[in-house]
C-alpha cells in the first residue's frame, strides 16, 4: 500500500546515525547529539516530584495554565522589553513540537519557507510533512551573517515564513541588535512571518537581543524556546511558543490535534525552572569556556571554525586536510580514532562538521589530541 510520500522520502538523522555507530567503540568520545551533559537542577526536580505527590495528574489544559503563561509572557517582558500577556503563550512538548505545530498552522500546499544553512535538520521534514517547500540561503558565503540584501534574493511571492535561529546551531553565531533591527525593517510591511527558534537565548555569550524587543512585527512574529538547552531539561520535553493573539485559537487547535495537551509534572518543572532559577549565567560560564578552549586547539591544528558566540556548538571546516566529503570524513574519523562528529552535510553544508560541546575540557582536550592524530595519520 502506498503511504505519504513526503514521509518515505524523510533520510534518517546522520546525527543519530553517528550516535549510534560511537556506541559500536569502548573508548568512543561521543560529541554528536545536541544534549547537555549538565545535570537537571535539583530543586527543579525536586519541585516537579513534590508537586506530582500532591496532585493528581489530570490533563493540564491544552497549550498550557494561564498561571505558567503569563510568567513567560513576564520573563520576555522583563528581559526584552515586550508587552505579551498570558494569551500570547502556548506551552508545547519541547521545542521541536513548538515548531511543527507552527507549520500546521501556517503553512499551506506550495507555500514557502526561508531556511538558512547551516539550519537545525529537523526543521527539513516538518516542512515538507505540510507540503510546503524549504528555501535554501546558504550564510557561509557572508560570514554566517543573515542581510537584508540576502534575503532579497530569495523572496517570493509565495513566501510564508522565515525562519531564523538565533543563537544559532550548529554555528554558534548571534545576531547584533543591527543585523536584527535590519531583517525587522525588511519584513515590516511584507505578509510574511518571522519565525525566531530562540532556544539558546540564555546561553548566548555576547549581548542578546530577541526578535520580541521590535513591536513593530509582533502580529507577525512567532517566537519559540523552551528548558532543553538552557536548563538541561531535555528528557522533560517541556517547550513554549509565544505567538500573535490573532492566530492563538488556530495554533491552539494545531497543538491540541497533536498532542492533546502537554505533561502535567514538565509543566510544574518548567515553572519551578523560570521562576527559582532563571539566572543561568554559570551554565553560560561552562559552555563559554569550553567553547573557547576547544576553539584555540581546533585553530591550532589548522582548521577554520567559527567563532562561537552563543549555544554549545563548534562548526569546523576541514577541507584543507581531506577530499572527503563530511559523512566519509566523520566515519573515518569514529574509526580511526573514536571520536563521534557530525557530517556538515547534515546542516545543509559540505566540507565542516559540528562538535557538541557536552564534555568537560578535559575530555575536550583529549578529543583535540585525537583529531591531531589523525591528521598527523592524513598528511597530503
Known amino acids: 500500500m502506498q503511504v505519504n510520500q513526503n ?33 537537571t537542577e535539583k530543586g527543579i526536580v525536586e519541585d516537579a516530584c513534590q508537586y506530582a505527590m500532591t496532585h493528581k495528574l489530570s490533563y493540564p489544559p491544552t497549550g498550557g495554565g494561564v ?10 517582558n522583563k528581559k526584552y522589553g515586550c508587552s505579551y500577556v498570558a494569551d500570547n503563550v502556548v506551552m508545547n512538548i519541547g521545542a521541536s513540537e513548538a515548531i511543527s505545530s507552527c507549520f500546521k498552522t501556517l503553512l499551506n500546499i506550495g507555500d514557502e519557507v526561508i531556511i538558512f544553512k547551516p539550519y537545525y535538520p529537523g526543521y527539513l521534514p516538518m516542512i515538507t510533512m505540510t507540503y510546503a ?13 543573515i542581510t537584508p540584501e540576502l534575503l532579497a534574493q530569495y ?79 531535555t528528557g522533560w520535553r517541556v517547550g513554549y511558543t509565544i505567538f500573535p493573539l490573532e492566530y492563538r485559537k488556530l495554533f491552539v487547535n494545531a497543538t491540541l490535534f497533536t498532542l492533546g495537551s502537554p505533561v502535567a509534572v514538565s509543566l510544574a518543572a ?8 532563571s539566572d543561568r549565567s554559570h551554565v553560560r560560564k561552562i559552555y563559554q ?42 566515519m573515518d574519523v569514529l ?6 562528529l557530525v557530517p556538515g552535510i547534515s546542516f545543509g553544508n559540505e566540507g565542516y562538521f559540528r562538535i557538541s560541546l557536552i ?15 589523525y591528521l598527523d595519520n592524513h598528511k597530503k
Open 155 to 233: 523572496v517570493t511571492d509565495k513566501t510564508k515564513v522565515i525562519l531564523i535561529c538565533n543563537p544559532s546551531n550548529p554555528s554558534g553565531n548571534v545576531m547584533s541588535r543591527e543585523e536584527i533591527e535590519k531583517i525587522v525593517d525588511y519584513v515590516a510591511d511584507k505578509d510574511i512571518f518571522i519565525l525566531a527558534d530562540e532556544i539558546y537565548n540564555e546561553l548566548s555569550f555576547v549581548d542578546f537581543t530577541s526578535f520580541a524587543s521590535f513591536p513593530k512585527i509582533k502580529d507577525k512574529l512567532i517566537i519559540v524556546n523552551g528548558f532543553s538547552k538552557s536548563h538541561s531539561m
Open 270 to 277: 518548567a515553572e519551578s525552572a523560570i521562576t527559582k532559577y
Open 335 to 340: 574509526k580511526e580514532v573514536q571520536v563521534a
Open 359 to 373: 564534555a568537560d575540557i578535559p575530555t575536550l582536550g583529549e578529543t583535540a589530541d585525537r583529531l591531531k592524530k
Open 7 to 39: 514521509v518515505a522520502k524523510i533520510q534518517y538523522s546522520l546525527i543519530r546515525v553517528l550516535n549510534e555507530e560511537a556506541k559500536k567503540y569502548d573508548n568512543s568520545i561521543n560529541l554528536t547529539i545536541g544534549e547537555p551533559d549538565l545535570s
Open 133 to 145: 517547500k524549504p528555501v535554501f540561503v546558504d550564510t557561509s558565503k557572508t560570514n554566517f551573517t
Open 289 to 330: 569556556e569550553r567553547a573557547e578552549y576547544l576553539y584555540k586547539r581546533l585553530i591550532d591544528l589548522g582548521f577554520e571554525v567559527v567563532k562561537p558566540k552563543g549555544a554549545f556548538y563548534l562548526f569546523v571546516k576541514y577541507t584543507m586536510f581531506s577530499d572527503l566529503d563530511s559523512f566519509e570524513f566523520t
Open 67 to 76: 498561571e505558567l503563561r503569563g510568567i513567560i509572557a513576564d520573563y520576555y
